[in-house]
């Protein structure tokens, strides 16, 4: 019993309204004094319970020559009220929510202008939380001209070009990526989160490649780190000793930073090989086994 008086303080009883709507349920016509020595409550607070339960359709007073008494209306009645209820609390919730939305999204930032000496240019997030992917995605929705990755398998999260890229390409940006090569690495499909391979992300990389984005693949360890427009520098430190609710990301938000990055971009992008030549190098490494053999 306690268990379903649980259930129903979850759907908007009390504690008092389940116990004398399960008390006076189990009965046909029952009296105060009757329901509250089942229910095991005062019979002034029955009355009170009663009261709101004939005022709101769930039960019937019934007036006898002596006492009222009281029945309790079938169960799928009651319930019905309750869904179109909680539906229509949901509903107004849900307008009164889009209104609130529209009300704070002028004020969004709309002191940054009279603020600019309060730019922080170097911002950690700490956690293992969406609140850094939102941060990494605001970059990216807010990139003019170009963007680096230099990104390590671990962290490759999709199989297609999202729509903010496709829009940066279609404003005339430029994607440049560095693909660090690994053998076991995780990506998301329509799916969910699937165990790939080398072969997988060379099929991935080439269709980025056929999307608009430059890329190159290296077997060599590159640092998780995202250039945008040559001022903002975003980078994950990937350390496996550290917890995932310690986990964190930093951004740099100056352009001195964000142009050594890029030298060190080019320095990685030099060594490594296009797709065409990192597939090149794979077969000419099998063939080279092959003859040992």
């Excluded at 999709?158 to 890229?165: A, H, K, P, Q, T």
């Excluded at 040559?230 to 142009?259: L, M, Q």
């Excluded at 990055?261 to 490494?285: I, P, R």
Aim: hydrophobic residues 40%; charged residues 35%; positive net charge.
């Amino acid at each position: 019993m306690d268990d379903l008086i649980i259930s129903m303080k979850s759907i908007g009883f009390t504690e008092y309204e389940s116990k004398v709507f399960l008390a006076a349920m189990q009965g046909k016509l029952m009296s105060a004094s009757e329901i509250a020595e089942a229910a095991r409550i005062r019979r002034t607070d029955v009355y009170k319970v009663l009261n709101k339960f004939v005022e709101t359709g769930i039960c019937n007073a019934i007036e006898t020559n002596s006492i009222t008494k009281y029945e309790v209306i079938e169960p799928e009645i009651v319930f019905d009220k309750f869904e179109k209820k909680l539906i229509l609390e949901s509903q107004k919730k849900s307008r009164l929510l889009k209104e609130t939305l529209e009300k704070v999204k002028p004020l969004y930032r709309s002191k940054a202008e009279k603020n600019q000496n309060n730019v922080v240019n170097v911002e950690l997030i700490r956690g293992f939380n969406q609140h850094r992917e939102v941060k990494f995605i605001e970059l990216l929705k807010n990139a003019r001209k170009e963007i680096l990755f230099m990104v390590q398998p671990e962290y490759f999260t999709s199989e297609e070009v999202d729509e903010i890229s496709l829009g940066f390409f279609k404003k005339g940006g430029i994607i440049k990526s560095i693909y660090q090569a690994g053998e076991e690495f995780k990506y998301k499909t329509n799916e969910g989160w699937v165990n790939g391979s080398l072969k997988d992300l060379i099929r991935i990389v080439e269709n980025f490649e056929r999307l608009g984005e430059k890329a190159r693949i290296t077997d060599d360890r590159v640092p998780n780190i995202t250039i945008f427009d040559r001022e903002i520098v975003f980078i994950n430190i990937n350390d496996k000793t550290v917890p995932r609710h310690n986990e964190a990301d930093i951004i740099i938000r100056t352009g001195d930073f964000a142009n050594s990055m890029k030298a060190v971009f080019d320095a990685f992008w030099e060594k490594s090989k296009s797709v065409k030549e990192y597939k090149k190098s794979l077969k000419n490494l099998k063939l080279r086994e092959n003859e040992k053999k």
